[in-house]
T-cell receptor, first 112, second 112 residues
Framework: DSGVTQTPKHLITATGQRVTLRCSPR?????VYWYQQSLDQGLQFLIQ???????AKGNILERFSAQQFPDLHSELNLSSLELGDSALYFC???????????FGPGTRLTVL | SQQGEEDPQALSIQEGENATMNCSYK?????LQWYRQNSGRGLVHLIL?????REKHSGRLRVTLDTSKKSSSLLITASRAADTASYFC????????????FGQGTRLTINP
């Protein structure tokens, strides 16, 4: 158990819908990262937050957004969902930028 | 595009043998990390090696880093069936976006 929690574990929804994925980092970790893992694209970095502020941005679509709240938990919002958004979404946390990242169990999103 | 490229893509060995996986990358890095992922589950952090380090050990794991060749290797000694998983290298670049970039992974199968 990494100490990072993610909810829900599974999510099945239809195209065009909007979903919210939630992540709670390890106690004491200020950085939260979101990744998408799909069969064709591999593990792709989406976005990083550090102590409530956006720190780095990766291959995140405009339909996706994220935020980190004062209690350091983070949410990833995915809207206007398409079939190609079906993937595993991971959250990770770390103490700082240059430290190891600890991953949550992931949310498996299926868009039908 | 992926920063880290693992080699081989798949490796199958007998229990008790040693397994070696390689990772090559393209740009200067702050650190390189190895992760393990069991099928469809979250990533587990194995070892972080910094750019000024050449070798690191953790139990049956040995990681080397050659920054002149921009390559790293992960050696698992005395393999066990439980080591069956996908192994990813991830690099933290020293310039530009401070994000972790993952390779496509090596699928390791340990045969009993």
């Amino acid at each position: 158990d990494s100490g990072v929690t993610q909810t829900p574990k599974h999510l099945i929804t239809a195209t065009g819908q909007r979903v919210t994925l939630r992540c709670s980092p390890r106690s004491g970790d200020l950085s939260v990262y979101w990744y998408q893992q799909s069969l064709d694209q591999g593990l792709q970095f989406l976005i990083q937050y550090y102590n409530g502020e956006e720190r780095a941005k990766g291959n995140i679509l405009e339909r996706f957004s994220a935020q980190q709240f004062p209690d350091l938990h983070s949410e990833l919002n995915l809207s206007s969902l398409e079939l190609g958004d079906s993937a595993l979404y991971f959250c990770a946390s770390s103490v700082g930028d240059d430290n190891e990242q600890f991953f949550g169990p992931g949310t498996r999103l299926t868009v039908l | 595009s992926q920063q880290g490229e693992e080699d081989p893509q798949a490796l199958s060995i007998q229990e008790g043998e040693n397994a070696t996986m390689n990772c090559s990358y393209k740009t200067s890095i702050n650190n390189l990390q190895w992760y393990r992922q069991n099928s469809g589950r979250g990533l587990v952090h194995l070892i972080l090696i910094r750019s000024n380090e050449r070798e690191k050990h953790s139990g049956r794991l040995r990681v080397t880093l050659d920054t002149s060749k921009k390559s790293s290797s992960l050696l698992i000694t005395a393999s066990r069936a439980a080591d069956t998983a996908s192994y990813f290298c991830a690099t933290r670049q020293s310039r530009g976006a401070q994000k972790l970039v993952f390779g496509q992974g090596t699928r390791l199968t340990i045969n009993p």
